[in-house]
């Protein structure tokens, strides 16, 4: 069992505080989608150089297409919806008499559509796609091949998944580090802290602020030092509970 939040008084932000938080594959877990580095995980199946670098959509982007399809596949099917972790982290937005920015790394449209706003996909969202030839960007919630055409400049074979691969420069990172530098609290949840910069964020908060650090995730990450307070289970349970912590203290 999760340990219930132990949340001091002095770690709830003070009304008006500024609460950033960042998501990895393990909110959308119990949503259905795999994560990465769990035992069975994506990464244990197929080689990131070989699927997720654009030296690899270079070399053979037919096996780059067929990865983000199996996965847009995965995510379109009935069973996989926001989950409770997705939804409390709407209330927070809503309720919290302060501003709360959303920082995900999950390439999966759960935030969104479980109605997140001050939201920012810093690794892209495989149900868009961008044009390597024109960079003209659109919704693209079916499969993607070689063949198909841009909208923006009626040439094949550029598209792909307008995701951040390894090796590129991940999305918006001016508008986070300005959140994380004036944050009062910074949350993480259900991320292993092992890909960068995301897994810097919490020692940069540390380094610029004297916000208050919590993690939420079922097993403590690479980082999990770095944080002034931690509860570890599953994220629909560990984020519902950590959201009525916080907002009780203004309700
Ligand atoms: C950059 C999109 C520089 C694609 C992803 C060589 C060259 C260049 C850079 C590097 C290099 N070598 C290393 C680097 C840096 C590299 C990096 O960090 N590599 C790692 C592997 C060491 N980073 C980069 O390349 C980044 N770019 O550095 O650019 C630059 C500078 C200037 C100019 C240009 C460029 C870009 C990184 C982004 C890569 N794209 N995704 C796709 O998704 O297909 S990263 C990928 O990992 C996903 O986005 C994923 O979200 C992310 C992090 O993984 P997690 O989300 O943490 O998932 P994981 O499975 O690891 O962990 C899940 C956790 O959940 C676990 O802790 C588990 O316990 C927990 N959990 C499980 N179930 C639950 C749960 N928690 C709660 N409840 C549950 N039920």
């Avoid at 550029?158 to 508008?175: A, D, H």
């Avoid at 980082?223 to 629909?236: I, M, N, Q, S, V």
């Avoid at 984020?239 to 009525?244: F, T």
Wanted: proline fraction near 6%; glycine fraction near 8%.
């Amino acid at each position: 069992m999760p340990q219930s939040p132990t949340v001091s008084l002095a770690a709830i932000p003070p009304a008006g505080g500024r609460i950033v938080i960042l998501t990895g594959a393990g909110i959308s877990k119990e949503s259905g989608l795999e994560t990465f580095r769990d035992p069975g995980g994506i990464w244990s199946k197929v080689r990131l150089e070989d699927v997720a670098t654009p030296e690899a959509f270079a070399r053979d982007p037919a096996r780059c297409h067929a990865f983000y399809n199996m996965r847009r596949a995965r995510h379109r099917s009935m069973d996989v919806q926001p989950n409770a972790a997705h939804h409390a982290l709407v209330r927070l937005e809503k309720e919290w008499p302060g501003d709360v920015l959303l920082v995900t790394q999950n390439v999966d449209s759960l935030h969104d559509r479980a109605g997140s706003k001050n939201l920012i996909h810093m690794h892209g969202i495989y149900t868009q796609a961008r044009c390597n030839d024109c960079g003209h960007a659109l919704d693209w919630p079916g499969d993607m091949s070689v063949e198909d055409i841009c909208s923006g400049c009626s040439r094949a074979g550029g598209l792909r998944p307008n995701v951040v691969w390894f090796g590129e420069m991940p999305m918006q990172m001016e508008r986070i580090y300005e959140a994380l530098r004036s944050c009062d609290l910074f949350i993480s949840i259900g991320t292993s802290g092992n890909v960068y910069p995301a897994a810097g964020f919490v020692a940069a908060v540390r380094k610029m602020t004297d916000a208050h650090t919590a993690e939420l995730n079922l097993e403590p990450s690479q980082g999990a030092t770095l944080f002034a307070e931690a509860h570890y289970g599953p994220a629909t349970q560990t984020v519902p509970a950590y959201v009525d912590t916080l907002l009780a203290a203004y309700q």
